[in-house]
């Protein structure tokens, strides 16, 4: 199965715009929100969101960068030695609203090692998460506050988000898992 793309450019900027407004309606008392993406791809799409936020409201964002791969409990059966890229939170946490950002919810591992990175840095009053799709098949209790398309998939298919800055376009498609 060659790659299909369920989301097209147009469609995915579009849902950002919406997940932008959702954020804004569900935190109306905020003057500032604090967006972490989670690196890689959340990081380009907390930049979408940031700049649409703003447009959007008053509310003023801060952007932060972060990287989980030493909070996973998979570690060792993914890397033999761990390649690092480094956080970039410039703010304070602790007492602030957090939205973390990814760009695809699966077995919700990924969202559970950057909350406990998060928590190392201090106590934030909430932490949300925001991703552009649910894929379904949670291994942990773990649920996206904003999600900006649920995309039922069996577990032999791999959903990928392109965004413009890091893959040079704006998509999502999914194929079957490559056998190594």
Request: proline letters at 4%; a negative charge; glycine letters at 4%.
């Amino acid at each position: 199965m060659s790659d299909k793309i369920i989301i097209d450019g147009q469609t995915m900027l579009r849902t950002l715009a919406r997940l932008a407004h959702e954020i804004i309606e569900r935190n109306p008392d905020a003057d500032k929100l604090y967006l972490i993406g989670i690196k890689r791809r959340g990081v380009p799409l907390s930049k979408i969101l940031k700049r649409n936020i703003e447009m959007f409201s008053d509310i003023r964002v801060e952007l932060g960068e972060l990287d989980i791969t030493l909070y996973r409990d998979d570690l060792s059966e993914r890397y033999d030695a761990p390649r690092l890229s480094s956080s970039k939170i410039d703010f304070d946490v602790n007492s602030k609203p957090i939205i973390l950002v990814d760009d695809v919810i699966y077995t919700g591992r990924t969202a559970r090692a950057a909350m406990d990175a998060i928590m190392e840095l201090g106590r934030p009053s909430v932490i949300q998460l925001a991703v552009m799709v649910d894929r379904g098949h949670r291994e942990l209790p773990i649920f996206a506050n904003y999600v900006g398309k649920n995309i039922p998939t069996s577990k032999d298919e791999f959903v990928s988000v392109r965004v413009e800055e890091t893959d040079g376009v704006n998509e999502v498609a999914i194929s079957a898992k490559s056998v190594m």
